[in-house]
């Protein structure tokens, strides 16, 4: 059985195989989310915006058994942004490391809503 890896890790892994690129740019459309495939190890190159980064590390996430939740939120300049959350760390394309949600609450996001543990479990407000 291999190692399981850190959420740390985790966040380090995909942050150091992600490009930013726009949906937009990438698939002729506004907004467009793409599920990692299940063979996909954090080692593979990640190209997209902020919910492909979250989702590769609710992937990682999953197979190494930490619950995780998509939270909605918006940016010190307004903008919708995507951030993962595992047990009141937050993994963030934006960030270099894992910060706490009060980090980010000092850096001008505001938390919008929340997802459940489970793809499709319903969104609650936060605000």
């Known amino acids: 059985m291999s190692q399981k890896l850190t959420v740390k890790q985790i966040h380090k892994l995909v942050f150091n195989n992600f490009t930013y690129k726009t949906d937009k740019e990438q698939y002729g459309k506004p907004e467009y989310w793409v599920q990692p495939d299940s063979s996909y190890t954090g080692h593979e190159p990640v190209i997209g915006d902020c ?5 590769a590390c609710r992937k990682l996430c999953d197979d ?10 918006k940016t010190e300049l307004g ?3 995507l951030v993962l959350e ?3 760390s937050i993994l963030d394309n ?3 490391r894992v910060v ?6 000092h850096k001008g996001y505001t938390f919008i809503s929340i997802s459940g543990y489970e793809p499709g479990d319903s969104w609650r407000e936060l605000i």
């Open 94 to 96: 934006r960030m270099t």
């Open 79 to 81: 903008e919708g942004h």
């Open 51 to 55: 919910e492909d980064f979250v989702l």
């Open 86 to 88: 595992v047990h009141g």
């Open 64 to 73: 190494n058994g930490f619950m995780s939740r998509l939270v909605f939120c």
């Open 100 to 105: 706490t949600n009060t980090y980010l609450e």
